[in-house]
C-alpha cells in the first residue's frame, strides 16, 4: 500500500531503499531517544535530572550537524551518512549488556554508562543526520519530492506505532528485562537494515566547498534584526521551551510515582501518534482556506488544556486515570496542529529562494534551547529519596508554567500578520516525528557544483 512499485509508482521506485531506510530507522530511535529508554532508565534508578539529560541529548547536540558539513568535502554524503549511522548502533550495546546482567539492585555506574552511552549515540547521530536529507534532496528528483518525504513520514509513522504495540505486548508477558533486552536488539536489528538500505543508495557528488561563513555572517541579523522572522522565531521559542518536558517527565512520573506499567505507558505514548495522525488529516483540507494562525492558537489552547488536565490529575493524586488517554491524545494534536502551521507558516513569510538558512536557524534555535528545558526542570524536579525520585510539586509547577505559557501566546499570536491561501510547500514533515531535522535545510548552505556554463545542476 505504501511502498512503490515498477507498475504503481516507476518514479518513486528506484529511491524505494530511501524508503526503507525510514522504516528500519524508526525501529531504531524510538527505542534508543524514546520512551523505552526514559523507562530504562527509571528502571536503573536514574533521578529526574539524568532522564531529562539522556532525553535532552538529541536537542542539544543539533549544532553538530552544523560543524559536521565541514567533512562533507573529503568524505562526501554518503560516506559520512553511513559513518554517522553505523556508529550510534554500537551504543546500543551498553543498555543491552545491562538489561542481560537484569540487576535486582543496579548501581550508580550503570546510570553513568546508560548517559555516556546515549550521548555517543546523539553525537554520531547528529554526524550522520548533517549529511543525510542534504544528500536525499540531491538524489530525489524535485518533481517527486513531495511524494517521497510524505512516503517517509507514512512508513515512520507505522513503524512506530506497530512497535509500540509490539513493545507494550512484551512488557505485559515477560520479565521486565527481557522485554528491553528484545526491544534493544529489535533497535539494533532496525540500525543494521538502515545501514544496509542506505548502503544501496546512490551517492551524489561532493560538495567542493561549503558556505559556512554565510551562518557566522547571516544568523546575528536574522534574529536580530526587525522581520516577520525574527518576531515568529521569538514566539517560537517559548513554546518549544514549556513543551519538550512533558513526553519524558510524565512518562517518568507514571512509572516512578504513579505505579503505572511499562505496557500502559507505551500505549499511551501510542495514542500521541493517534492524536498528531489526526490533528494533520484534518489540517491538510482547511490549512490553505483558513490559514495558519487559527491552528496556532488551536495547538495553543489544546496545550493549556493539557496542562489544566495534569494539574488536576496531580491534585487528585490520579484518582482519575481515564484522563491520560484524553491528555496523550490531546498531546499528540496539539504538536500536529503547531508543527503543520509551523511549516506553512514559515513558507509564507520566507522568499522560496534563500528560505533554507532561515528555516534552519529557526529548526536550530527551537531545538537546541528546547533540549536544555528538561535538563534544566530535571534539576529542579529530583525526589528528596530514593522512593521518591520525583517531586511531584515541582512537577506541578511545571504545567502552571506551561499553562501560562500557551494563554501568553494564544494572546500574543495576534501580532502575526497573516494572508490566507495556499503556500509553496516546505517539504521538511520530518519536523512531525523528527524535531532534529530542524537543520536538514543545509543543502542549500553548501554550494553546489556547476557545469561549463556556469548553471546548477539540480
Not at 533486552?181 to 551517492?203: E, Q, S
Not at 512509572?255 to 498528531?276: D, E, K, V
Not at 487559527?294 to 490520579?318: D, K, N, V
Not at 494572508?419 to 514533515?429: D, R, S, V
Request: aromatic fraction near 14%.
Amino acid at each position: 500500500m505504501f511502498l512503490p512499485t515498477k507498475k504503481r509508482d516507476p518514479e518513486l521506485y528506484p529511491h524505494r531503499h530511501g524508503l526503507y531506510f525510514s522504516f528500519f530507522n524508526a525501529l531504531n530511535w524510538q527505542v534508543a531517544i524514546g520512551t523505552p529508554t526514559v523507562l530504562f532508565m527509571q528502571q536503573l534508578g536514574a533521578d529526574s535530572f539524568q532522564v531529562g539529560l539522556v532525553f535532552s541529548w538529541t536537542f542539544l547536540l543539533t549544532p553538530v550537524q552544523v560543524l559536521a558539513t565541514a567533512f562533507l568535502p573529503q568524505l562526501g554524503f554518503k560516506r559520512l551518512t553511513l559513518a554517522g549511522w553505523s556508529a550510534r548502533a554500537w551504543c546500543l550495546v551498553v543498555p543491552i549488556s545491562l538489561a542481560i546482567l537484569a540487576p535486582r539492585h543496579p548501581l550508580p555506574w550503570m546510570i553513568y554508562a546508560m548517559i555516556t552511552a546515549m550521548f555517543l549515540y546523539s553525537l554520531s547521530r547528529a554526524v550522520g543526520a548533517a549529511a543525510l536529507t542534504a544528500w536525499l534532496y540531491q538524489l530525489i528528483p524535485a518533481p517527486i519530492q513531495g511524494r517521497y518525504w510524505a512516503t517517509d513520514q507514512m512508513l515512520s509513522g507505522l513503524a512506530i506505532v506497530g512497535s509500540l504495540l509490539l513493545y507494550a505486548a512484551l512488557f505485559a508477558l515477560l520479565p521486565v528485562y527481557w522485554a528491553f533486552l528484545i526491544a534493544y536488539l529489535i533497535a539494533v536489528f532496525g540500525a543494521w537494515m538502515a545501514y544496509r538500505k542506505l548502503h544501496r543508495l546512490n551517492d551524489v557528488e561532493r560538495p567542493k566547498m561549503l558556505s559556512l561563513e554565510k551562518i557566522v555572517s547571516e544568523t546575528p541579523r536574522l534574529m536580530t534584526e526587525p522581520s516577520v522572522f525574527r518576531t515568529y522565531l521569538w514566539l517560537s521559542i517559548p513554546l518549544y521551551v514549556a513543551i519538550t518536558p512533558i513526553s519524558p517527565f510524565a512518562a517518568f512520573y507514571l512509572r516512578a510515582t504513579a505505579g503505572l506499567t511499562a505496557t500502559s505507558i507505551l500505549l499511551l505514548m501510542m495514542l500521541t501518534y493517534f492524536g498528531l495522525i489526526a490533528a494533520n488529516w484534518f489540517m491538510r483540507s482547511h490549512l490553505d482556506h483558513h490559514g495558519a494562525k487559527p491552528f496556532f492558537r488551536l495547538s495553543y489552547a489544546f496545550f493549556g488544556l493539557i496542562a489544566a488536565g495534569w494539574m488536576f490529575f496531580l491534585q487528585t493524586e490520579g484518582r482519575y486515570p481515564l484522563m491520560l488517554p484524553v491528555l496523550y491524545l490531546l498531546q499528540g494534536a496539539a504538536s500536529g496542529c503547531w508543527t503543520s502551521a509551523n511549516l506553512n507558516y514559515l513558507a509564507k513569510i520566507l522568499p522560496v529562494q534563500g528560505r533554507a538558512l532561515p528555516v534552519s536557524i529557526h529548526g536550530a534555535v527551537i531545538t537546541f534551547l528546547g533540549g536544555c528545558s528538561p535538563v534544566l526542570w530535571g534539576l529542579f524536579m529530583k525526589g528528596p529519596n530514593d522512593a521518591h525520585p520525583l517531586n511531584v510539586a515541582v512537577f506541578g509547577v511545571y504545567f502552571i508554567t506551561l499553562l501560562l505559557t500557551s494563554a501568553v501566546l494564544f494572546w500574543l499570536v495576534r501580532r502575526l500578520p497573516e494572508k490566507t491561501g495556499p503556500a509553496y510547500p516546505l517539504l521538511q514533515g520530518g519536523w512531525l516525528l523528527r524535531p532534529y531535522r530542524g537543520l536538514a535545510n543545509l543543502i542549500s548552505l553548501v554550494e553546489r557544483p556547476t557545469d561549463q556554463g556556469g548553471e546548477e545542476h539540480f
